[in-house]
Nanobody, 125 residues
Framework: VQLQASGGGLVQAGGSLRLSCAAS????????VGWFRQAPGKEREFVAT????????YYSDSVKGRFTLSRDNAKNAVYLQMNSLKPEDTAVYYC???????????????????WGQGTLVTVSS
């Protein structure tokens, strides 16, 4: 499956952004999807993941309560709603997919085999 992330931009602290991950090539309903982010000079870190149906989600402690992950399998897309953004949320955000039924809690990048190109989120203070 090919993925394309979009929706990044520049926002002030406390603001909101909605990232989208659009899939092509295969139906996304067969995949669990995750979001990761990578800030300059740092390793790629897990943000959130959602199972194939959208019925289960898991978030990192750093975004829990502020970010919400959802999916629309009819549109072959996954969405990351980011509220109450902080300067430390600044990073390139990547969506990734893995063909699986089981939702991994706290997955690593190596658990996913399809990646989008990333979208930059910059939060100013």
């Amino acid at each position: 499956v090919q993925l394309q992330a979009s929706g990044g931009g520049l926002v002030q602290a406390g603001g909101s952004l909605r990232l989208s991950c659009a899939a092509s090539g295969r139906t996304l309903s067969n995949y669990a999807v995750g979001w990761f982010r990578q800030a300059p000079g740092k390793e790629r870190e897990f943000v959130a993941t959602i199972n194939w149906s959208g019925g289960r989600t898991y978030y990192s402690d750093s975004v829990k309560g502020r970010f919400t992950l959802s999916r629309d399998n009819a549109k072959n897309a996954v969405y990351l709603q980011m509220n109450s953004l902080k300067p430390e949320d600044t990073a390139v955000y990547y969506c990734a997919a893995r063909p699986a039924v089981v939702l991994l809690t706290g997955p690593a990048p190596a658990d996913f085999n399809s990646w989008g190109q990333g979208t930059l989120v910059t939060v100013s203070s």
